[in-house]
């Protein structure tokens, strides 16, 4: 059967930084991805400042890739939508005027998750195919949250979500943040650090697993920073493995330069060099913490796992009809 003959999923994420899509369709539990994208719109830009009000300007520009995608959904054939969000529509003080809005311009309702649901739903996209019986912590940084999750392909033991994303962490600890000329300090850093320490108090200490580091395109992101990277054989998802130390040595390189001189130096998506270095420091510290041997870059993203949702509830409906 063509793949146009067969039902087409099409799940979209409204995350404080990024607006992410993907369309696919299902052969018993096996997905087929056929269209997908992670474009930034900056969402929850600048609402830490503004008493948590998403601002027009960023909720226009949502709207309008939401708009775009709506045209492919046509041009797939989609026959399931489902629109979601996460962190920053979650703890936004307009929401409902902002869910409104999304409503009134583009005809799709918004399903907001929270915290618990967004970290098992990224949890499902990143252990499709890691060895059994082993156990990971999974770490999916986001804009303004990050999801910490412990626990092997079979079982999720723990989780966690903490106020620690890189959009957070740069609007909250540098000094002329949306200045394009500013810069990162070593002391703005130790701030950073020392936030994230005591965060991260509650978590488990020392538990010698691998950290894998999501998440849409951090081995991507890695491969243009050209961070070495060694193979990583047990798993197709996760082909490489990455050291702590590299991670540090490229924070202590990029806060040398304004952010707009990193945008030019390191050509990857507009708008990501300005809190790579957060993202980083965020899973360093988390690597010594958990003392893990290694870190496993991943693009598993959470629109995955909503996908795999939502064709669960449609079996079961179908099982309950």
Same mark, same amino acid.
């Given at each position: 059967m063509l793949a146009d003959q067969k039902k087409i999923y099409a799940a979209i994420n409204i995350g404080t930084l990024k607006v992410k899509s993907l369309f696919a369709y299902f052969e018993g539990d096996e997905m087929t991805p056929l269209f997908q994208s992670n474009n =930034?719109? !900056?969402?929850? !830009?600048?609402?830490?400042?503004?008493?948590?009000?998403?601002?027009?300007?960023n909720l226009a520009a949502t709207i309008?890739?939401?708009? =775009? =995608?709506? /045209?492919?959904?046509?041009?797939? @054939? !989609?026959?399931? #939508?489902? =629109?979601? *969000?996460?962190?920053?529509l979650r703890d936004a003080a307009n929401q409902k005027a902002v869910v409104d809005k999304i409503k009134e311009r583009t005809g799709y309702e918004v399903e907001i998750i929270g915290p618990k649901e967004e970290g098992e739903l990224y949890f499902r996209a990143a252990v499709s195919d890691l060895?059994?019986?082993? @156990?990971?912590?999974i770490a999916d940084i986001g804009g303004g949250s990050c999801q910490i999750l412990i626990g092997d392909k079979d079982r999720l033991v723990s989780d966690y979500s903490f106020k620690t994303?890189?959009?957070?962490?740069? /609007?909250?600890?540098?000094?002329?943040?949306?200045? *394009?000329? %500013?810069?990162? %300090?070593?002391?703005?850093l130790q701030k950073m650090r020392e936030y994230l320490i005591k965060e991260y108090s509650i978590l488990p200490v020392n538990l010698g697993f691998p950290l894998i580091y999501g998440s849409s395109n951090i081995i991507d992101l890695m491969k243009t920073l050209k961070i070495p990277l060694e193979p990583y054989p047990d798993s197709h998802d996760h082909p490489y493995k990455v050291q702590a130390a590299y991670l540090s040595n490229f924070? %202590? /390189?990029i806060i040398k330069f304004p952010y707009q001189t990193r945008e030019e130096k390191y050509p990857f998506q507009t708008g990501y060099m300005w809190? #790579?270095?957060?993202?980083?420091?965020?899973?360093?510290?988390?690597?010594?913490?958990? *003392?893990?041997?290694? +870190?496993?870059?991943?693009?598993?993203? +959470? #629109?995955?796992?909503?996908?795999?949702? +939502?064709?669960?509830?449609i079996d079961n409906k179908i099982i309950d009809s």
């Open positions: =930034l719109t !900056c969402f929850g !830009c600048g609402m830490f400042e503004h008493g948590n009000q998403i601002l027009d300007e309008k890739e939401i708009l =775009l =995608l709506k /045209e492919k959904v046509k041009e797939y @054939n !989609c026959q399931i #939508v489902r =629109l979601f *969000a996460t962190h920053a060895p059994a019986h082993q @156990n990971f912590v994303g890189a959009l957070f962490l740069h /609007e909250s600890f540098t000094t002329d943040p949306h200045n *394009a000329q %500013s810069l990162t %300090s070593e002391q703005d924070i %202590s /390189e809190g #790579v270095d957060k993202s980083f420091l965020n899973i360093t510290t988390l690597a010594e913490r958990f *003392a893990s041997p290694y +870190i496993l870059p991943s693009n598993a993203n +959470i #629109v995955q796992g909503f996908l795999y949702k +939502i064709k669960a509830e």
